[in-house]
């Protein structure tokens, strides 16, 4: 009788940081590891439930993206390419090598968010001038890798993402931020087609924790604006070690 209640207070509390600072799968996975999914089926669920956050997202943002559709076209190749071949590498991979695979997927995503102000001082003071409007074709290739990692396990993807847009495609942050806000949507739409078709999604849980991603992601900001970024950050990076170590040692 709990589990709903509480996989639906997991993935509010995801929304609200996705939308604040990121990496709000480190905490609605475990949650449906925690209440007894396997973790390529909680993986696969959390995915599809997650999904309309992000389309949300983009919503808020149309304005910086209404000029940019030239660039959005050309980066939906990759991403989309990128997730089929993630999504394929996840369900191909074996239960039991998923399981010893995704505490340090959860480290590293950790990781990541640790190191996201480090890194968006050094994107700030390193990324180059003067290529405004142009889409690199390295850029493509850095997209497609990314992509395969975002359909595969994903929490982390939009840190990485911005980083690579900052050095590769320099622009103003609000848009490439948008624009980093879309592509994880794009990326995560293919992958839950993918899934739905394919995949072994949980359709009750992901439909509740859709439900509440999106209101996490609309009334949770205000929540989460409250408390300090290096706060809220150390909380879900102590939360996700926790769940690391819970699940190496298990």
Known sequence: MLEYPLLALAAFAA???????GGGSLVSFPALVAAGYPSKVANVTNTVALWPGYVGGSIGYAAQLSDQRRRILALSVPSILGAIAGSAIL?????ASFDRIVP???LFAAGLMAGQPRLSAWVTRHRPHGAEGK???ELLAAIFVLAIYGAYFGAGLGIITLAVLGILLPDDLHRSNALKGLLSAIINAAAVIYFAIWGPVEWLPAAVMAAAALAGGYLGVGVARRIPAPRLRAA???????VAIVLLTR
């Open 236 to 242: 879900v990076i102590g939360y996700a070690v926790a």
């Open 135 to 137: 889409t690199p074709p």
């Open 104 to 106: 340090f997927l959860i």
């Open 91 to 95: 369900l191909m991979t074996s239960d």
């Open 15 to 21: 929304g609200a940081i996705n939308a604040v600072a």
